[in-house]
């Protein structure tokens, strides 16, 4: 959920300090920077964060099912059960 560099969208990050470490940490935007640190496929559901405005159809807490594939084509996304079996 924390993590040492903002990142993973164009969205603005909630920032917090961590107390033991004596550090800013940002409460987690995406997760498709594990793909970028070199994990082929990544899902997850659970909670994201982006500090930014609230209406209808935004909220700055919300949860999200996601997953990505590295070097996938559209054939792995319209199949997707064929791939995480």
Do not use: S, W
């Not at 970028?36 to 919300?62: A, C, S």
Request: hydrophobic letters at 40%; one cysteine or more.
């Amino acid at each position: 959920m924390m993590n040492m560099i903002a990142g993973g969208a164009a969205a603005h990050p909630f920032v917090t300090h961590h107390n033991d470490l004596n550090m800013k940490v940002y409460m987690r935007i995406a997760p498709e920077l594990l793909v970028v640190g070199g994990l082929d496929r990544v899902y997850e559901i659970g909670k994201q964060f982006r500090n930014e405005g609230i209406d209808l159809t935004h909220n700055p807490e919300f949860t999200t099912c996601e997953f990505y594939m590295a070097f996938a084509d559209y054939n792995h996304i319209l199949h997707p059960n064929k791939v995480f079996n």
